[in-house]
């Protein structure tokens, strides 16, 4: 059973950087069948996705976003990685990582907020 | 960017009532469409990928249908635990959600 774990800070100061990252056991992230993703959901509002990346490295983020995102794979440690630069309270949110297109599966989320 | 339109915002259903929810593309979108459950304090979960192929392990009372811009999500006869937040996603160009309709109990 592919499972998927968010970790990283639920606090980050405005105009500072968040960073994820989400550990997938069960599965590899150097499966060339599924690309992996990051997703938001700002408290009480709808989804959002962030954008996603292949094994090989490639990636594609949202065109809102682009300019601050950056997702990342480490498959030695069977990992993958978000960072999103000069945050403001606007990126307070619960943050997945899933797998694929279609995410058929989730990491539980991890809320953060962006706060001083 | 495509915008996908969900309705009703609200849906009021009973138990064992059959549930029709929508989900209208704003260009064709062909078959790449997708629907999630999510209930609160959950991650979403995957009910429906292109368009009408029910994900693993999903009962068959949910089904989906359509394609180009217009889909629907049927739930045959609703179950207690079906009573939640209903999103549909597409991924044909770049990847959106729909706002969401949320089923809850009569």
């Known amino acids: 059973q592919v499972q998927l774990q968010e970790s990283g800070p639920g606090l980050v100061k405005p105009s500072e950087t968040l960073s994820l990252t989400c550990t997938v056991s069960g599965g590899s992230v150097s499966s060339g069948s599924y690309y992996w993703s990051w997703i938001r959901q700002p408290p009480g509002k709808g989804l959002e996705w962030i954008g996603y990346?292949?094994?090989?490295?490639?990636?594609n983020y949202n065109p809102s976003l682009k300019s601050r995102v950056t997702i990342s794979v480490d498959t030695s440690k069977n990992q993958f990685s978000l960072k999103l630069s000069s945050v403001t309270a606007a990126d307070t949110a619960v943050y997945y990582c899933?797998?694929?297109?279609?995410?058929?599966?989730w990491g539980q989320g991890t809320l953060v907020t962006v706060s001083s | 960017e495509i915008v996908l339109t969900q309705s009703p915002a609200t849906l009021s259903l009973s138990p064992g009532e059959r549930a029709t929810l929508s989900c209208r593309a704003s260009q064709s979108v062909s078959s790449y469409l997708a629907w999630y459950q999510q209930k609160p304090g959950q991650a979403p979960r995957l009910l429906i990928y292109?368009?009408?192929n029910r994900a693993d392990g999903i009962p068959a009372r949910f089904s989906g249908s359509g394609s180009g811009t217009d889909f629907t999500l049927t739930i045959s006869s609703l179950e207690p635990e079906d009573f939640a937040v209903y999103y549909c996603?597409?991924?044909?160009?770049?990847?959106?959600f729909g706002q969401g309709t949320r089923l809850e109990i009569k």
């Open positions: 899933a797998r694929d297109l279609f995410a058929d599966y």
């Open positions: 996603q597409q991924r044909s160009n770049w990847i959106t």
């Open positions: 292109d368009a009408s």
């Open positions: 990346i292949y094994y090989s490295g490639s990636t």
